[in-house]
């Protein structure tokens, strides 16, 4: 798992042999958090096709759908926890690339 992409106070985007992983800052007023998704296959395309533009896009589209604040949200549903083995994993290549 390593990090190759970054966009202060926006995203960090991972990449773990073929998958790639979109870790989405989010904030509102005094509540801040992040989401972390794992692209699909149709999110890898417009990545591979757009760059770093459709990735902060779809970062920004987080943000904006609030999943915080509607657990049934697209995002909030494919939020994966930060106390799994993945998530574990995104916030250790995330420090080591600090």
């Known amino acids: 798992m390593m990090v190759i992409g970054h966009e202060d106070y926006t ?3 991972l990449r773990d042999g073929d998958a790639f992983y979109l870790d989405a800052n989010c904030n509102h007023g005094p509540v801040g958090y992040s989401i972390l998704i ?3 296959d149709e999110e890898v395309a417009r990545y591979r096709a757009e ?3 459709y990735v902060r896009g779809l970062a920004i589209g987080i ?3 609030v999943p915080i604040a509607n657990p049934a949200s697209e995002y909030a549903l494919r939020n ?3 106390d799994s083995p993945v998530g574990k994993q995104v916030l250790a290549a995330i420090r080591r690339a600090a």
Request: proline content about 0%.
């Open 38 to 40: 794992r692209l699909n």
């Open 51 to 53: 760059g770093a533009a």
């Open 11 to 13: 995203y960090f985007l």
């Open 80 to 82: 994966i926890v930060a």
């Open 63 to 65: 943000h904006n759908a």
